[in-house]
C-alpha cells in the first residue's frame, strides 16, 4: 500500500512558492506526490494542475498536473507585490497542512517559504514565524530547527535573535533540550540508533581556556559531561573554526551550534541550493527548502526548485523513517 502523498502549503503567493512547486511537480512527478494546498490561480499561467477534493488521488492526479486541494485567496498573486488581504489565506494554507498530517492524511508537511512581515501586517499574525507555528498548532512547547544537507546537519541552539543576546539566551536548560531534541529526532527520523553529536563552543576558540569567555568552563563542559555520563555521543565543547571541514564532519551526524550563523554559514557554504530546513520535535514530519520568498525573482521564471525539490525527497524519507 503507497504511502499517503505530503502535504505543500503554497507559502507567500508573491514569491516564488507557486513556481517552484509547479517546476517540483514537473521534475518529481508521480514519482514523489504532493498535495499542493493554494489557489490554482495563483500557479503560473498554463500550469497543468488538477482540483482534487481529498489528498487520496494526489498520485493518480500527479501523472497529468500539480494536484491541487483548493484554498481561495480574496486577490491575484502579484509578484514580489504580497497583497495584505491575502495573508489570511496563506495562514490558513498551512493550518490546512498540519490538520492533514495529523489526521493521517498525508504522511508529511513541506511548507513554502512565507513572508512575516506581509502575514503581520495583512493578519496580525502573531508569531516569529512559520516553526514556532507550527509549534503552536500541534501543542508542542518547544522544538528544534535543523538545517540539513548531503554531509552536514546543523542544529542552532537560539535562532532569531541579536546577537548580543545569544550569551543571555543560551542557558543550560535551553541547551540540554535542543540536544535532547536533536538526538531523538535523528533516531526517530533518520533511523541512527546512536547519533553522535558535535557540539560548538560559544566563543572563539571554544573559549581558549577562560581567555576569550567562560561560557564553555562553567555550562557547556560540565553540561556536555552530564549527558556524556548519561549514554549520549557527544564531542565538545569544539572551535567552530574547525568543526565543519570534510575530515572532522566524517566525525558526526549533527553539529549543535549556538547562534545561528555559526549554523547556518557552513551548511550555506557546502550547499546553498540543496539545504533543508526541519523542524525537530513536532508529532508530524515537517521540511522546508532553506530559501525565502525571493520578490526580487518572483514571476520571471528563473527560481531553482531545487531545495523544494530536496525538502520533499527528505520529508518522504522522514515520514518512512517513522514508519
Request: proline share 10%.
Amino acid at each position: 500500500m503507497s504511502r499517503p502523498p505530503i502535504a505543500l502549503s503554497c507559502g507567500e503567493p508573491a514569491g516564488i512558492g507557486p513556481e517552484i512547486a509547479a517546476k517540483a511537480w514537473a521534475t518529481l512527478g508521480a514519482h514523489l506526490p504532493f498535495v499542493w494546498l493554494g489557489d490554482p490561480a495563483h500557479l503560473p499561467a498554463g500550469t497543468p494542475h488538477v482540483i482534487l477534493t481529498d489528498p487520496s488521488g494526489a498520485a493518480a492526479a500527479a501523472l497529468t498536473g500539480v494536484p491541487v486541494l483548493p484554498v481561495r485567496f480574496p486577490a491575484p498573486a502579484m509578484p514580489g507585490r504580497p497583497a495584505p488581504e491575502n495573508a489570511q489565506g496563506v495562514i490558513d494554507a498551512i493550518a490546512l497542512g498540519v490538520r492533514l498530517v495529523q489526521s493521517g492524511a498525508c504522511s508529511a508537511l513541506t511548507t513554502a517559504p512565507i513572508h512575516k512581515k506581509a502575514l503581520q501586517d495583512g493578519a496580525g499574525f502573531a508569531f516569529p514565524g512559520h516553526t514556532e507555528f507550527l509549534a503552536h498548532l500541534a501543542g508542542v512547547g518547544r522544538v528544534v530547527m535543523m538545517l540539513a544537507a548531503p554531509g552536514l546537519r546543523v542544529v542552532p541552539a537560539t535562532i532569531h535573535i541579536a546577537l548580543a543576546e545569544v550569551p543571555r539566551a543560551l542557558t543550560a536548560e535551553l541547551l540540554e533540550e535542543t540536544i535532547r531534541i536533536t538526538h531523538a529526532g535523528l533516531i526517530r527520523d533518520f533511523g541512527l540508533p546512536a547519533p553522535r553529536l558535535a557540539v560548538a563552543g560559544l566563543n572563539p576558540h571554544a573559549g581558549e581556556g577562560g581567555a576569550m569567555g567562560r561560557e564553555e568552563i562553567e555550562m557547556i563542559a560540565p553540561l556536555l559531561h552530564r549527558l556524556r555520563a548519561g549514554g549520549m555521543d557527544l564531542i565538545g565543547p569544539l572551535s567552530a573554526d574547525t568543526m565543519f571541514h570534510p575530515a572532522a564532519r566524517a566525525g558526526y551526524d549533527a553539529a549543535i551550534c549556538m547562534y545561528h550563523d555559526q549554523a547556518l554559514i557552513p551548511i550555506k557554504t557546502i550547499d546553498f541550493a540543496g539545504g533543508v530546513n526541519i523542524t525537530l520535535g513536532l508529532p508530524f514530519v515537517r521540511s522546508s527548502p532553506d530559501h525565502g520568498t525571493a520578490f526580487d525573482i518572483a514571476g520571471r521564471g528563473v527560481a531553482d526548485p531545487a531545495s523544494l525539490i530536496a525538502a520533499l525527497r527528505m520529508a518522504q524519507a522522514m515520514a518512512a523513517a517513522r514508519g
